[in-house]
Nanobody, 122 residues
Framework: QVQLVESGGGSVQAGGSLRLSCAAS????????MGWFRQAPGKEREFVAA????????YYADSVKGRFTISRDNAQNTVYLQMNSLTPEDTAVYYC???????????????WGQGTQVTVSS
Protein backbone atom coordinates (compact mmCIF):
# COMPACT_ATOMS: atom_id res chain seq x y z
CA GLN A 1 0.00 0.00 0.00
CA VAL A 2 1.04 3.55 -0.71
CA GLN A 3 -0.36 6.55 1.11
CA LEU A 4 -0.36 9.92 -0.61
CA VAL A 5 -0.84 13.29 1.05
CA GLU A 6 -1.15 16.47 -0.98
CA SER A 7 -0.36 19.97 0.24
CA GLY A 8 0.17 23.44 -1.14
CA GLY A 9 -3.29 24.25 -2.35
CA GLY A 10 -4.93 27.58 -1.67
CA SER A 11 -6.40 30.69 -3.21
CA VAL A 12 -4.60 32.83 -5.73
CA GLN A 13 -5.45 35.52 -8.23
CA ALA A 14 -5.37 34.89 -11.95
CA GLY A 15 -1.85 35.00 -13.28
CA GLY A 16 -0.43 33.77 -10.01
CA SER A 17 1.43 30.60 -9.12
CA LEU A 18 1.14 27.72 -6.70
CA ARG A 19 3.30 24.69 -6.01
CA LEU A 20 1.60 21.51 -4.95
CA SER A 21 3.43 18.74 -3.15
CA CYS A 22 2.55 15.10 -2.70
CA ALA A 23 4.30 13.06 -0.04
CA ALA A 24 4.25 9.30 -0.42
CA SER A 25 4.63 6.81 2.39
CA UNK A 26 4.24 3.09 2.82
CA UNK A 27 5.45 0.84 0.04
CA UNK A 28 7.47 3.53 -1.68
CA UNK A 29 10.31 1.20 -2.68
CA UNK A 30 8.34 0.00 -5.68
CA UNK A 31 9.01 1.86 -8.89
CA UNK A 32 6.01 3.85 -10.01
CA UNK A 33 4.60 6.51 -12.24
CA MET A 34 3.19 9.53 -10.45
CA GLY A 35 0.41 11.71 -11.71
CA TRP A 36 -1.70 14.72 -10.92
CA PHE A 37 -5.40 14.93 -11.66
CA ARG A 38 -8.04 17.53 -10.94
CA GLN A 39 -11.78 17.74 -10.55
CA ALA A 40 -13.70 20.96 -10.92
CA PRO A 41 -17.22 21.39 -9.51
CA GLY A 42 -19.75 19.60 -11.66
CA LYS A 43 -17.09 18.05 -13.87
CA GLU A 44 -15.40 14.71 -14.13
CA ARG A 45 -11.90 14.20 -12.82
CA GLU A 46 -9.32 14.85 -15.51
CA PHE A 47 -5.67 14.07 -16.05
CA VAL A 48 -3.23 16.92 -15.57
CA ALA A 49 0.32 15.57 -15.65
CA ALA A 50 2.42 12.45 -15.15
CA UNK A 51 6.07 11.71 -14.55
CA UNK A 52 8.09 8.55 -14.96
CA UNK A 53 9.98 6.82 -12.18
CA UNK A 54 13.28 8.35 -13.30
CA UNK A 55 11.75 11.77 -13.77
CA UNK A 56 13.08 11.91 -17.31
CA UNK A 57 9.72 11.52 -19.04
CA UNK A 58 6.79 13.80 -18.40
CA TYR A 59 3.39 14.15 -20.01
CA TYR A 60 0.85 16.96 -19.75
CA ALA A 61 -2.73 17.64 -20.64
CA ASP A 62 -2.96 20.20 -23.43
CA SER A 63 -4.79 22.60 -21.13
CA VAL A 64 -1.78 22.95 -18.82
CA LYS A 65 1.13 22.42 -21.19
CA GLY A 66 3.63 25.25 -20.92
CA ARG A 67 2.18 26.47 -17.63
CA PHE A 68 2.51 23.50 -15.26
CA THR A 69 5.62 21.49 -14.47
CA ILE A 70 5.66 18.12 -12.74
CA SER A 71 8.78 16.92 -10.97
CA ARG A 72 9.76 14.36 -8.36
CA ASP A 73 12.36 13.73 -5.68
CA ASN A 74 12.58 10.01 -5.08
CA ALA A 75 14.92 10.47 -2.13
CA GLN A 76 12.15 12.44 -0.42
CA ASN A 77 9.30 10.32 -1.86
CA THR A 78 7.70 13.51 -3.05
CA VAL A 79 6.22 14.69 -6.31
CA TYR A 80 5.54 18.32 -7.15
CA LEU A 81 3.32 20.30 -9.46
CA GLN A 82 4.46 23.83 -10.17
CA MET A 83 1.52 25.80 -11.55
CA ASN A 84 2.13 29.15 -13.22
CA SER A 85 -0.09 31.60 -15.08
CA LEU A 86 -3.12 30.24 -13.30
CA THR A 87 -6.59 31.04 -14.61
CA PRO A 88 -10.04 30.62 -13.03
CA GLU A 89 -10.46 27.54 -15.24
CA ASP A 90 -7.73 25.87 -13.17
CA THR A 91 -9.94 26.00 -10.07
CA ALA A 92 -10.42 22.43 -8.86
CA VAL A 93 -9.50 19.86 -6.28
CA TYR A 94 -6.11 18.49 -7.26
CA TYR A 95 -5.30 14.87 -6.60
CA CYS A 96 -1.98 13.07 -6.53
CA UNK A 97 -1.93 9.49 -7.78
CA UNK A 98 0.55 6.65 -8.09
CA UNK A 99 0.67 3.73 -10.48
CA UNK A 100 2.92 0.77 -9.75
CA UNK A 101 5.29 -0.03 -12.60
CA UNK A 102 7.07 1.91 -15.30
CA UNK A 103 4.34 2.29 -17.92
CA UNK A 104 3.32 5.92 -18.45
CA UNK A 105 -0.42 6.33 -18.53
CA UNK A 106 -3.19 8.84 -17.93
CA UNK A 107 -5.57 6.27 -16.46
CA UNK A 108 -5.77 3.27 -14.12
CA UNK A 109 -3.79 4.62 -11.21
CA UNK A 110 -3.58 2.42 -8.13
CA UNK A 111 -3.34 4.88 -5.26
CA TRP A 112 -4.87 8.29 -4.66
CA GLY A 113 -4.51 11.12 -2.21
CA GLN A 114 -7.36 12.99 -0.58
CA GLY A 115 -6.92 16.08 -2.72
CA THR A 116 -6.09 19.72 -2.15
CA GLN A 117 -8.25 22.66 -3.21
CA VAL A 118 -6.94 25.23 -5.66
CA THR A 119 -9.04 28.32 -6.21
CA VAL A 120 -8.12 30.95 -8.78
CA SER A 121 -10.02 34.23 -8.74
CA SER A 122 -10.28 36.64 -11.63
Amino acid sequence: QVQLVESGGGSVQAGGSLRLSCAASGRTSSKNVMGWFRQAPGKEREFVAAISWTGITTYYADSVKGRFTISRDNAQNTVYLQMNSLTPEDTAVYYCAAKTGLYMTTTDYDYWGQGTQVTVSS
